[in-house]
């Protein structure tokens, strides 16, 4: 018994001590980047801030001058691009913390590290053996795909770590609910499945696919109608905490919410925003999912789940069938490729490696000097530093963003109050500008045309300019424009 508790014990130090790793990489991680990311990074932070004001109303561009298409989502004023929830957290950093980067990403920062936990259990549940589950949460904790998509260097960053969370949670409950078959774990599960429709639309009920299949299959061989009526149970509590917000905006921005669910359907038949890839598209990605060895571990540890019988309980089968099934509509079914589209279902498949890296360990590495060598092997592969370090310092971005950024925040004070107007940003720095300030800026990218300014002098509306920079030079018509005020500061382009 009192080695029981010893092993025990040091389990749980050991994973005290990976979660406070994974904290603090993460934290790091977030600090990285001083500037917010063109895609998608900065709208979301426009939008959140403009949400603080009020969170039933989504906006991008606060006040624009112009009239604008709805079409365009990088450039509107109501913005139903996406679904609301993740805005909201990021919201709320920014109540707490300010306008910062770190208030956008502070919330990715708690998610994610608080999943290492989730996938530490779930490998528990569907194993038994926590050597192995260790190994998924050291693999997990150096994920270099997460750690990029917090910092915001994959799009749709903030999106997909929120969506995968939930997606998570939600799969993480209903396994619970599968091994102690108590209720509360089917009504969590449908509280999650909901925050993650609110999230990335219909996708989230991802979780409902093997259910419905285990509900089937119960009612066929055993006549037992339990699993179906709490999936009832849990379904109504997911449509409760998503449906409010859909019928709000139907009715609150009809036009609006009518054109983004048809822009939702266009990924199913068509490549969007040039995003395709074809077939092998997620085949290539593995590498940058778990890099080059884990892909390898997965394959093998499907195969020993197989042996092993995994995959014959409901929770083993459950998991298996989730990754498949994702994995083959955004493969088969939908034309439009992004890398985040996968990010829900990676846990999974570091909990398949582990099984196959504990094995091998087993089998062949007798030592602890050699396990720790091997595991560090994984580690540094999986967590690639030189990506990392090479996507800071060896970026022409990175310099260019910060300088321009450093700029962009002092708008309130570099710009004299009565002009609240901006042009001659670079593309979307205009976006940045209106997140850090205080004042209620109208910023744009570029210049106005000779009809658009035409019909602001009539206004006489003072418009401040940023100085010549790169592609982005004030012609003569903008210079003669007699309520014009030249920023007094160069940016980069």
């Known amino acids: 018994m009192l080695s029981i508790i010893m092993v025990k014990n040091k389990y749980n130090l050991y994973i005290f001590i990976l979660l406070i790793a994974g904290f603090l990489i993460r934290l790091w991680m977030i600090t990285l980047d001083p500037f917010l990311h063109n895609w998608d990074e900065h709208f979301h932070a426009l939008v959140a801030k403009n949400l603080t004001n009020n969170f039933t109303l989504p906006i991008l561009l606060n006040n624009p001058l112009e009239g604008y298409s709805i079409e365009a989502w990088s450039d509107n004023h109501i913005w139903l691009h996406k679904q609301p929830l993740f805005l909201w957290q990021i919201a709320v950093a920014i109540k707490v913390f300010g306008t910062s980067v770190f208030s956008v990403r502070f919330p990715s920062l708690l998610m994610t590290t608080t999943s290492l936990l989730i996938i530490y259990r779930l490998a528990f549940i569907v194993t038994q053996d926590r050597k192995t589950s260790l ?3 050291i693999l997990a904790t150096f994920s270099n795909f997460q750690l990029n998509l917090i910092s915001a260097r994959i799009p749709t960053d903030h999106n997909d770590i929120a969506f995968g969370f939930y997606t998570l949670l939600s799969i993480w409950t209903f396994v619970e609910y599968l091994k102690s078959k108590k209720i509360y774990w089917a009504l969590l599960t449908g509280v999650f499945a909901g925050a993650a429709i609110l999230i990335k639309w219909l996708i989230g009920l991802l979780v409902y696919s093997s259910w419905g299949i285990i509900s089937l299959y119960s009612i066929i061989k055993k006549k037992n109608y339990s699993l179906f009526l709490n999936l009832i149970f849990s379904f109504i509590i997911c449509l409760l905490i998503f449906i409010p917000w859909q019928i709000f905006t139907y009715y609150k921005f009809p036009t609006e919410f009518l054109f983004e669910l048809s822009f939702n359907q266009k990924h199913l038949v068509e490549v969007v925003e040039g995003n395709g890839g074809g077939y092998f598209f997620y085949i290539k990605s593995l590498r940058h999912y778990y890099g080059y060895l884990i892909p390898f ?6 195969w020993l789940s197989y042996k092993r019988k995994y995959f014959e309980n409901e929770i083993g089968f459950a998991l298996i069938f989730y990754a498949v099934l994702l994995f083959s509509f955004f493969t088969f079914m939908v034309p439009t490729k992004m890398n985040g589209f996968l990010y829900s279902i990676l846990p999974i498949g570091l909990i398949y490696s582990s099984i196959s890296v504990n094995t091998f360990m087993q089998k062949y590495i007798a030592k602890k000097v050699f396990v720790f060598l091997f595991i560090s092997i994984l580690v540094i592969d999986t967590l690639n530093p030189y990506d990392i370090w090479k996507r800071t310092f060896r970026n022409e971005e990175y310099t260019r963003k910060t300088n321009n950024t450093a700029i962009i925040k002092n708008a309130d004070t570099l710009i004299p109050k009565d002009y609240n107007v901006v042009i001659n940003l670079s593309d979307y720095e205009n976006i ?9 800026f109208a910023a744009y990218h570029g210049v106005f045309t000779v009809d658009e300014l035409n019909k602001l002098l009539v206004q006489k509306v003072k418009i401040a300019a940023f100085q010549d920079h790169g592609k982005y030079i004030l012609p003569d018509y903008i210079k003669n ?13």
């Open 481 to 493: 424009y007699p309520y014009l005020y030249i920023i007094d500061k160069k940016l980069m382009d």
């Open 432 to 440: 940045d500008l209106m997140y850090y300030n205080k004042r209620p």
């Open 135 to 137: 190994i998924a949460l």
């Open 297 to 302: 571990f997965f394959l093998h540890g499907i």
